[in-house]
T-cell receptor
Framework: KQEVTQIPAALSVPEGENLVLNCSFT??????LQWFRQDPGKGLTSLLL?????REQTSGRLNASLDKSSGRSTLYIAASQPGDSATYLC????????????FGEGTQLTVNP | NAGVTQTPKFRVLKTGQSMTLLCAQD?????MYWYRQDPGMGLRLIHY???????AKGEVPDGYNVSRLKKQNFLLGLESAAPSQTSVYFC???????????FGPGTRLTVT
């Protein structure tokens, strides 16, 4: 059974700092991996989708990397801002499950002004 | 373009009552999903649909039923609510399998 772990569970940084969020998964047979952002009391917003054949994806100040063989992904946020404060979730899609996502529990990020 | 919408946003039920949650998407997506989110458990898939008229079980389907009579709508039903079904429910949709999933704002359900 696929398990997804995100460490740390919570992270607090000063504004302007570059930071890395980690995601690990136990079964490397994945189709792709998706990073989401969730604001308190809100739904999930898709940030990046990285295919199993890709090494990284970039969107603005965000960069997601994927090392499928070691079961790891990282989300790099450059020049963090208070507006980046949210919970960040990663989810993996197993090759044989088609559309099903397995989620980690998230990292709660606080960026202090 | 509203994306994915959910109705209602909040609901309180008594044990044994029934209700239906409605999800609607205007992106012409084939796939739709229902998840529940609980502290310490993350998001878990309840049921999903790969197209109009189809449904399939996810990870935690017991106590729930679903229907997809129209492509744009996916309904989640609770026939006899239990306190264990207190949760935040999210609907999502995607163009096809393997594509990005887009989420609705959620429904917070409390069963007393």
């Amino acid at each position: 059974k696929q398990e997804v772990t995100q460490i740390p569970a919570a992270l607090s940084v000063p504004e302007g700092e570059n930071l890395v969020l980690n995601c690990s998964f136990t079964d490397s047979a994945i189709y792709n991996l998706q990073w989401f952002r969730q604001d308190p009391g809100k739904g999930l917003t898709s940030l990046l989708l990285i295919q199993s054949s890709q090494r990284e994806q970039t969107s603005g100040r965000l960069n997601a990397s994927l090392d499928k063989s070691s079961g790891r992904s990282t989300l790099y946020i450059a020049a963090s801002q208070p507006g980046d404060s949210a919970t960040y979730l990663c989810a993996v899609r197993k090759e044989t499950s088609g559309s099903r996502l397995t989620f980690g529990e998230g990292t709660q990020l606080t960026v202090n002004p | 373009n509203a994306g994915v919408t959910q109705t209602p946003k909040f609901r309180v039920l008594k044990t044994g009552q029934s209700m239906t949650l409605l999800c609607a998407q205007d992106m012409n997506h084939e796939y739709m999903y229902w998840y529940r989110q609980d502290p310490g458990m993350g998001l878990r898939l309840i049921h999903y649909s790969v197209g109009e008229g189809t449904t399939a079980k996810g990870e935690v389907p017991d106590g729930y039923n679903v229907s997809r009579l129209k492509k744009q709508n996916f309904l989640l039903g609770l026939e006899s609510a239990a306190p264990s079904q207190t949760s935040v429910y999210f609907c999502a949709s995607s163009h096809l399998a393997g594509f990005e999933q887009y989420f609705g704002p959620g429904t917070r359900l409390t069963v007393t």
